[in-house]
């Protein structure tokens, strides 16, 4: 039997060798019309980096490498430019010489990859590269090496384009990335991606997302790459916005390809001719989830492709059963990998899913070097079915996504997910491993004990208080950010505040990363109260919605404004502390710190490695409410290692007496129109001045903050008379004096207007804008009957130790 094979890489080689081992006197033979031959694709960017140093590990075979092993008679450079299916012959194209010839075939395997897609926007330039092969590599490389190049831009956010950001960067290129879609790595969802974003910038790679390159111009100097919105200068740029299958000698010899140009093939790689087969990136599959054809162009199935076409030449029976779109891909030192369908598919396909998020250490948290991946999955609601899976985070994130991998191939359930025995030792993982812990909680989602919304429902949530929005985490979790309108009622005094909460409400729960907020709902469910958790909870809601913060490692006290005093620990002796928090979950990393810091001396260095996310925005915060000194913080491998000095609290109230202590403290228990006026005037005056504010308000004072319209809650009697005789509402207060029935309020208001002075409502707003803290005494509350629910948005409730908490950071406290 004489086969022909058609490209010699990855679909190709290994064609070529599974046929020897199954037939060892079939004539075989492999035109590539490149210069290589079974090269590593995909190791090609990180030659350009310098992350593989040697040229030669690209290139593991030769021609005669190739044939000394298998017999293959290699022709490189060759290029099959026609096939005549009539008469069974391919002529080829020698490039080196211009000389045709045919050749015969019994068989033929066609595995010519994909191109990459270069838009007509683009200028025909040395600066404008893509990446696909050797000759390509080197001519980056060569490029960099010989002309220096400073900066670069990479037109799409896919896998090759990331990976060449990373490299580039590691070459030390200025590096842009400009991708038309809102994230990057398209079968990523949006908010898995948004991590992605975080760490490429953090990483020092500018990305543009919805950003469409419109033409590149080149000069003497670079090139102008228009953009929708602007243009940039760089000196080189990489296209990176897809592939397209080189189907051309398909196409030309009558085989069916699809509307994109992938040749069909059966489940045994068969073509339309039977005697002719085609694997890899050119041919398209059937999706393992969906059912549906794909293309899906990734180095596993080319290979398995290459063995499935021998097998059956040499009548072995072997099927391609799909892909499944399993891919990894690194970004940094973020690992990123999926695998099956993500929610854009699952949403165009009408499949009715569920999701879950779950963000689960890598190893036992106390084990050194724990860090957190985040794993969402998707499973079909009736069923359990695993439709696919995302994981973003370091280590590990690859063995947890093949293990769904294959639980999607073995057609398991999510709920088999709680059952898999998984290797289990501290330094490897947990006794409930990430993917343990995605299927309870997806078994926990099918038996109705737990019941979710999501990041992208918490929004249209009503705020005006039919329902109960309650944040579980700890009062400084909660102060370090929260989502506004929630209320914070730690989970570990949940049961002592019951009381506080309407039965009749629905209650819709948070907490950092969705754990705490499931045991919150499971207290408050089995008392009867509809409960829903936020899946992924604030940490996800903040990842998705949050802004992207830029690494700031500052040599100034951002409180203070201070420049840190730059002694070294040596030149002072100082000791330097190191804890280890990484796989705790916030409060934990701050709560070891702050012990960490009561045992040290002054001066003495902290230095905390911590892979929750949450603690990156607390602790500059933490640091400025206990005036300790935050030295700034380093990223590496999913952990965050900040430095914190020790301060002398005392120097550092002298030193800082107009910053720390500034605060400003109201008591506001008056329920008088013009003390509320006055109130607030003040409190807007110190906020402005970037003082921390925090007004409180008793008795009286609480009529200033109820809303207007009447809120249907259960009362007892003597609560629904109290509450129905006093005013309901800012709008509804009266002077202290010469009030008149009413008159002397209105003539205030009006000769406020005329000159210019807010209202009070205005008043209000813009002292919640400004971050004014407005909490509502809960002593009062209760004793005049008043229900949160009652009171406008973004009131806190608190107690006497909360303002005195507050009074003694402040230089101010004002009874009214
Ligand atoms: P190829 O491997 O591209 O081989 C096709 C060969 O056919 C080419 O060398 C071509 O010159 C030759 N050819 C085409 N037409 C003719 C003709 N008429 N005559 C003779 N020869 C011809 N996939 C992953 O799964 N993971 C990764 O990390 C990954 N990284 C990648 C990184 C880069 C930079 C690139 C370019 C690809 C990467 N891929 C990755 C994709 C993976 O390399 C492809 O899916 C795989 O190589 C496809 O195999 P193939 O045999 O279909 O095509």
Not at 144 to 158: F, L, Q
Not at 429 to 457: C, T, Y
Request: net charge negative; with cysteine; proline share 3%.
């Amino acid at each position: 039997m004489k086969i022909l094979i058609v490209g010699g890489v990855a679909g190709g080689a290994t064609a070529a060798a599974r046929l020897r081992r199954l037939d060892e006197n079939a004539e075989i033979i492999m035109f590539e019309r490149g210069g290589y031959i079974s090269f590593a694709n995909c190791g090609l960017p990180y030659y350009i980096g310098d992350e593989i140093k040697d040229k030669g590990a690209l290139t593991l075979q030769t021609p005669g490498s190739f044939n000394a092993r298998f017999r293959v008679d290699v022709r490189i450079n060759q290029e099959v430019v026609s096939i005549d299916r009539e008469m069974k012959s391919v002529v080829v194209k020698n490039l080196q010489t211009g000389e045709e010839y045919k050749e015969s075939y019994d068989k033929l395997i066609l595995s010519p990859g994909a191109e990459p897609v270069m838009p007509g926007i683009a200028v025909k330039s040395d600066r404008v590269l893509t990446l696909r092969n050797i000759p390509d590599t080197y001519k980056i490389k060569n490029y960099i090496e010989t002309k220096g190049p400073r900066s670069a831009v990479i037109v799409g956010g896919g896998y090759i384009g990331i990976e060449m950001a990373e490299n580039l960067k590691r070459a030390g290129l200025e590096v842009t990335i400009v991708e038309m879609l809102d994230q990057v790595i398209a079968p990523l969802d949006y908010d898995m991606a948004c991590d992605v974003h975080r760490h490429i910038i953090q990483n020092g790679v500018k990305l543009m997302l919805s950003e469409t390159v419109t033409n590149v111009k080149e000069d003497d100097s670079g090139l102008t790459v228009m953009l929708g919105g602007g243009e940039i200068r760089a000196d080189l740029l990489i296209m990176a916005v897809g592939v397209r299958p080189e189907s051309g000698i398909a196409k030309n010899a009558g085989l069916k390809v699809n509307e994109r140009g992938g040749i069909v093939v059966d489940e045994y790689m068969r073509t339309s001719d039977e005697d002719i087969f085609a694997v890899g990136d050119a041919v398209e599959i059937v999706d393992f989830v969906t059912g549906q054809k794909n293309m899906i162009p990734l180095a596993g199935p080319a290979n398995k492709q290459g063995r499935i076409a021998a097998d059956n030449i040499c009548g072995r029976k072997s099927r391609f059963k799909g892909t499944q779109g399993s891919a990894i891909l690194k970004v940094f030192d973020m690992t990123v990998a999926t695998t099956g369908i993500n929610e854009k598919t699952a949403k165009k396909l009408g499949l009715v899913y569920d999701k879950s998020f779950t963000y689960s250490a890598s190893h036992a948290s106390y084990y050194p070097g724990a860090v957190n991946m985040s794993v969402k999955v998707l499973f079909e609601q009736e069923s359990g079915r695993i439709l696919g899976a995302q994981i973003v985070g370091a280590d590990g994130v690859d063995k947890r996504c093949d293990v769904i991998a294959t639980a999607i191939r073995a057609g398991l359930s999510a709920r088999d997910l709680t059952e898999l025995e998984l290797c289990y030792a501290p330094p490897y993982s947990s006794a409930k491993d990430p993917v343990n812990m995605a299927g309870f909680v997806i078994e926990n989602l099918l038996e109705g004990r737990l019941k979710q919304f999501h990041w992208h429902d918490v929004d249209s949530l009503p705020r005006d208080g039919s329902v109960i929005l309650l944040d579980v985490r700890t009062k400084m979790e909660y102060e370090n950010g929260h989502i506004d309108g929630f209320i914070d009622i730690p989970l570990d005094a949940l049961r002592e505040h019951l009381d506080e909460l309407d039965h009749n409400k629905k209650v819709y729960i948070t907490c950092q990363i969705g754990l705490r907020g499931y045991v919150a709902s499971r207290i408050l469910s089995q008392r009867g109260f509809d409960v829903f958790n936020l899946s992924g909870g604030y940490r996800l809601y903040n990842s998705v919605l949050g802004k992207i913060a830029q690494p700031e490692i500052t040599g100034i006290n951002p409180e203070t404004q201070l420049p840190e005093s730059k002694e070294s620990t040596e030149e002072t002796n100082m000791q330097s502390i190191k804890i280890d928090a990484c796989g705790l979950q916030c409060p934990g990393p701050i709560v070891r710190l702050s012990a960490a810091i009561r045992e040290a001396e002054v001066g003495d260095i902290i230095e905390i490695s911590t892979t929750d996310p949450a603690f990156a925005s607390d602790i500059e915060g933490y640091c400025r409410r206990t005036g300790n000194v935050f030295l700034g913080m380093e990223y590496e491998k999913g952990v965050n290692t900040a430095k914190i000095r020790k301060s002398d609290t005392d120097d550092f109230q002298n030193k800082c007496g107009a910053a720390l202590g500034s605060g400003k403290n109201f008591i506001v228990f008056s329920g008088d129109l013009d003390k509320a006026i006055a109130s607030f005037i003040m409190a807007n005056a110190a906020a402005a001045l970037g003082r921390e504010v925090s007004m409180f308000f008793t008795f009286w004072g609480l009529n200033i903050l109820r809303k207007p319209e009447k809120v249907k809650i259960k009362k007892d009697f003597m609560s629904a008379m109290f509450s129905a005789m006093m005013p309901r509402g800012s709008k509804k207060l009266k002077l202290s004096k010469m009030n008149m029935g009413g008159m002397g309020a209105k003539m205030i208001r009006s000769i406020m207007k005329e000159k210019n002075v807010d209202s009070l409502e205005d008043l209000i707003n813009l002292a919640k804008q400004s971050g004014v803290e407005l909490v509502a005494c809960s002593m009062s509350m209760d004793v005049m009957g008043i229900k949160l629910e009652e009171l406008i948005d973004g009131v806190k409730i608190g107690g006497a130790a909360a303002m005195l908490a507050h009074a003694e950071e402040s230089d101010m406290s004002l009874f009214i």
